[in-house]
């Protein structure tokens, strides 16, 4: 496996790039969609908004959203992963 700068990514177990699928959860707020897609867009800039899964919790007090973006190395997937965490929005990345 390489990343698109060609060295190895012998760690990885995903194959780059390929479409892969993070699940974020937060408080159901207004704006948490959008500023949840805007961030994919960062890390991904052909990122398709259209394909992003909802899922309510049971109580509504908490939205979980799929956001599928395209891989293309680990690094990618790490920050991305780092910059959604660390966002006062979110609860939960998976």
Do not use: C
Not at 9 to 37: A, E, N, Q, R
Not at 79 to 86: E, K, Q
């Amino acid at each position: 496996m390489s990343t698109p700068d060609n060295t190895p990514d012998h760690d990885s177990l995903i194959t780059y790039p390929s479409s892969f699928p993070i699940k974020v959860m937060g408080f159901k707020t207004d704006g948490l969609v959008h500023t949840l897609t805007e961030i994919a867009r960062q890390f991904d800039p052909g990122f398709d908004a259209s394909v992003v899964e909802l899922r309510e919790s049971k109580g509504g007090k908490y939205l979980g959203v799929t956001l599928t973006v395209t891989a293309t190395s680990r690094a990618q997937l790490d920050d991305l992963y780092r910059v959604l965490s660390s966002h006062p929005m979110v609860k939960l990345v998976l």
